[in-house]
């Protein structure tokens, strides 16, 4: 970095001082005027009787028009200038550096001792703008931290740095030079309403998209993915068709290329946002009842699930709060089956707590298994901590100790399955007292086996602290103790799980087909298990608002006979045209079918023939004789 750069981060400016009339002297190339100026100038250059002002010699005029840029050795690209300046010129400004100007010196002094050059020779840019930072009180803006005051929905975010090679700067992913050139596929998005602070949004496809999204399903139904690949290459930013062959890249265990096709959709959909649409206020929406949004949703959960599995859980924490953030209210994803997994994974407990003091009022959040277990496990582990008050250790244990008991209470049958998924032996008491024992869990019901069978599966691993696991059954005594004495919380706990418990809402049989996890998906209902479940679009809304109707497909036997169907089999190009003529019931149009059929039959057997057998070549067969 050059002298001039360093003197304008700092905030200085050379040369606002009046030059006086005798700074510049011109020196003529006229012989005559130069011996005269000769014995007139001293041994330094200086004009006698300056104001104290060093005059700079040059033989030309228009030098002095970039003679700033000349003094200041520019750094190009790492490199130093090729650009000379004239003796005359550079032994001026280093006269004037060292006698003229004693400031001058001092600074470069200290911009040489402050800002050491690297071993390459170039500064160390990071650092001196630091230190130029620290100096003048600036700093860079960061993400606000989480507080009690925020949103349970705002979505914290971390800058990325501009790409320069795609005009647009994108939050949910990084562009990538491998992939194809984006040019847009005819998806955007507009604003439908705002009110009572909040915006509606929704996507929404040109003309040029349908036709791509017919093309996908009839790909789908195909059931050959190869018919994606061969969709992708004529469109390959269809964000459906991205997420579809991401699954089947995910299933033949090729994770990379399934992420980089997620992250492409991601990118297809962030560059259609509205300009008013805003990922991290949690105050847009999003309707999944219509199917335009629905790959925006599968994409962000996709995306979230591929963050978890490569160990980042606080970026998959903000996805899912961005996800629940859409639509809240009807949660279509039940993102509230999985969030505060993830805020244990992260060791956020503070927002998990905070989540919890807010929404159970109206939500009832105490009545999901997952968050009845690790809201108490949140309060635990932050009383664990040590830079906390010592009142506030203990009023998170006390609390810790209150909800754990209530949790025991109201799901008994969670804690033998959470012991066998801890490979930790019960003790005999435990195992063999009616309210832990296999009784609790064969009589509660299906759709409370299937909540807890999903929580189990996901999160039991953070049970398995021995610290964690001495509290968990001082918990269990004190629950005994307060069922052999009669308590009527555990009564009421048992009806309130006959009445609340009866048939899983369909978000829920939704979130547990995206889970993946086997023992939640073997306890899903027969009349879900029977359906066709497709990766784009798993178990749809019943309530589906569409925007556009696929256009049915015309089959040309699907009103045939039993011998028209026969010949189609036998010949794919063979169709029945059997249409009548209007007003005309007889006549010849009543056997065209039937013509039609056994010009087909005698074209089919016309077809057939024999291969003779080969006759064995002679050495000199005739007319192949030697040419004279």
Request: proline share 7%.
């Amino acid at each position: 970095m050059s002298r001039r750069a360093l003197r304008r981060l700092r905030g200085e400016q050379r040369g606002q001082e009046p030059l006086g009339p005798d700074a510049l002297q011109f020196v003529l190339p006229d012989d005559d005027d130069a011996e005269e100026e000769g014995p007139k100038q001293g041994s330094g250059g200086r004009r006698p009787g300056g104001a104290g002002k060093e005059g700079v010699r040059v033989n030309n005029r228009f030098e002095l028009i970039n003679i700033e840029d000349l003094e200041d050795d520019l750094v190009v690209n790492g490199e130093r200038s090729d650009c000379a300046l004239p003796d005359s010129v550079s032994s001026g400004n280093k006269g004037r550096a060292q006698r003229g100007n004693p400031e001058a010196k001092q600074d470069e002094d200290e911009a040489k001792a402050g800002f050491p050059e690297q071993e390459n020779g170039l500064e160390d840019i990071d650092r001196i703008l630091e230190r130029i930072e620290d100096s003048s009180g600036f700093s860079h803006p960061g993400p606000p931290p989480l507080n009690s005051r925020k949103h349970v929905l705002y979505v914290e975010h971390r800058p990325r740095q501009r790409q320069r090679v795609y005009p647009k700067c994108t939050w949910l992913t990084t562009p990538k030079s491998t992939w194809p050139r984006y040019s847009k596929p005819g998806l955007s998005m507009r604003l439908l309403e705002s009110k009572k602070g909040l915006s509606f949004f929704a996507f929404e496809h040109n003309e040029e998209y349908q036709q791509a999204q017919h093309k996908f399903l009839v790909a789908v139904e195909s059931m050959e993915p190869n018919n994606i690949v061969v969709l992708l290459q004529t469109s390959p930013y269809h964000v459906d068709s991205l997420l579809q062959l991401s699954d089947a890249c995910r299933f033949q265990e090729d994770q990379e290329m399934a992420r980089d096709l997620i992250e492409r959709a991601l990118y297809s959909m962030e560059c259609a946002f509205h300009p008013l649409f805003s990922l991290t206020s949690g105050t847009c929406r999003l309707d999944y009842r219509r199917p335009e949004n629905r790959s925006f949703y599968l994409a962000l959960y996709k995306q979230m699930s591929f963050l978890e599995k490569r160990g980042c859980p606080r970026t998959a924490l903000e996805y899912c709060k961005l996800i629940l953030s859409l639509e809240p209210d009807e949660d279509p994803l039940c993102m509230l089956l999985l969030i505060d997994h993830l805020a244990l994974r992260a060791r956020n407990y503070e927002y998990l707590i905070h989540l919890f003091q807010e929404w159970e009022a109206h939500r009832n959040l105490s009545q999901l298994p997952n968050f009845a277990f690790s809201v108490p496990l949140a309060y635990f582990l932050l009383s664990q901590q040590t830079d906390l008050p010592e009142h506030e250790l203990t009023s998170a244990r006390q609390q810790a100790s209150l909800l754990i008991q209530q949790a025991l209470t109201m799901f008994p049958g969670a804690l033998m399955p959470l012991l066998e998924c801890c490979s930790v032996r019960p003790d005999a008491t435990v195992a063999n007292h009616r309210f832990f024992g296999p009784d609790a869990e064969i009589s509660q019901p299906p759709a409370l086996s299937q909540l807890v069978s999903l929580y189990l599966g996901r999160s039991h691993f953070l049970w398995k602290d021995p610290t964690t696991m001495s509290w968990l059954e001082e918990n269990v005594r004190a629950v005994l103790q307060a069922v052999d004495a009669g308590d009527p919380a555990v009564e009421a706990c048992e009806n309130r799980r006959k009445v609340l418990y009866q048939r899983a809402p369909r978000n829920i049989h939704r979130h547990v087909i995206l889970s993946e996890i086997k023992e939640a998906v073997a306890a899903l209902p027969s009349d879900v298990t029977t359906q066709s479940v497709m990766g784009f679009d798993p178990l749809p809304p019943l309530d589906t608002i569409y925007s556009y109707v696929r256009p049915e497909r015309l089959s040309p036997v699907s009103h045939g006979n039993t011998i028209a169907l026969f010949f189609r089999s036998l010949l794919p190009n063979y169709t029945t045209e059997e249409r009548l003529e209007e007003g005309v019931a007889g006549g010849p149009n009543r056997n065209q079918g039937l013509i039609r059929l056994m010009l087909a039959l005698r074209d089919m057997m016309a077809n057939f023939h024999f291969n003779d057998l080969e006759v064995p070549r002679e050495d000199n067969p005739e007319g192949e004789g030697d040419w004279d």
